[in-house]
């Protein structure tokens, strides 16, 4: 399994490319749809709040760690991304998924070959990221935890 903390993304202005985030900024983050991957996705922490960004890379660090331990390391690789979109790249189409909506959620982006992916979002915040991925990724992969 690929553990991948913060993924590189690219971004569609000067402005993120400058480094930081504003509301004309886009960051996207491209995934690769012919293998399977948990892509776990965090709102952008406000200005000057890096302890909750901190904090909220720790708990989904912790959820990959939970997940690995339900099903093995032979699920998924996974990832963490800041980004304002994700986009899904398969052979024949591309999937993508807004996630830095008005009320910016955590959550995950569940990807395998020869499927649509699937979006989930924490509503109980980046602590409700382990049993949402667990029981997303069950039902989604097809596998029970061990």
Do not use: W
Not at 45 to 60: F, I, L
Not at 101 to 108: I, K
Request: aromatic share 6%; hydrophobic share 45%.
């Amino acid at each position: 399994m690929n553990h991948s903390i913060l993924r590189p993304l690219a971004c569609s202005s000067l402005l993120l490319c400058g480094g930081a985030h504003s509301a004309a900024s886009v960051s996207v983050d491209y995934v690769d749809g012919t293998r399977a991957e948990i892509v776990i996705f965090l709102p952008h922490a406000p200005a000057g709040d890096v302890a909750n960004g901190k904090d909220s890379r720790s708990q989904a660090a912790a959820a990959m760690q939970a997940v690995e331990r339900c099903f093995g390391p032979d699920l998924a690789d996974f990832s963490i991304t800041f980004a304002d979109r994700i986009v899904v790249r398969h052979a024949d189409h591309d999937e993508t998924f807004d996630v830095d909506g008005p009320t910016p959620l955590p959550g995950a982006v569940l990807v395998r070959p020869e499927a649509n992916s699937r979006i989930v979002y924490a509503g109980g915040g980046p602590e409700a990221l382990g049993p949402l991925i667990a029981s997303a990724a069950g039902e989604f992969f097809g596998r029970k935890c061990l």
